[in-house]
């Protein structure tokens, strides 16, 4: 059995820009802890502002940031 999920893109954005965590948290101005969990791809709730921040930075839309992928339910 299979279910859909949102996937945070963060991580990719970052790394194909060679972007630390700590030169992500100074340019968006949002705080470590929110920024690592971003990278993760942990976090459950994103605010708008932070979103509007992080797509400033990285140069992307929204949608640009997440995807829809199939996970298997065991």
Same mark, same amino acid.
């Given at each position: 059995?299979?279910?859909?999920?949102?996937?945070?893109?963060?991580?990719?954005?970052?790394?194909?820009?060679?972007?630390?965590? %700590?030169?992500?948290?100074?340019?968006? !101005? =949002?705080?470590?802890?929110?920024?690592?969990? $971003?990278?993760?791809?942990?976090?459950?709730?994103?605010?708008?502002?932070?979103? %509007?921040?992080?797509?400033?930075?990285? !140069? =992307?839309?929204?949608?640009?940031?997440?995807? $829809?992928?199939?996970?298997?339910?065991?």
């Amino acid at each position: 059995m299979s279910r859909k999920e949102i996937r945070i893109k963060i991580n990719e954005l970052l790394e194909k820009r060679d972007m630390s965590t %700590a030169e992500f948290v100074k340019k968006t !101005g =949002v705080a470590y802890n929110t920024a690592l969990g $971003l990278r993760r791809g942990v976090v459950t709730r994103i605010d708008l502002d932070v979103m %509007a921040r992080v797509c400033e930075v990285l !140069g =992307v839309q929204p949608g640009d940031l997440f995807e $829809l992928v199939e996970v298997t339910i065991k």
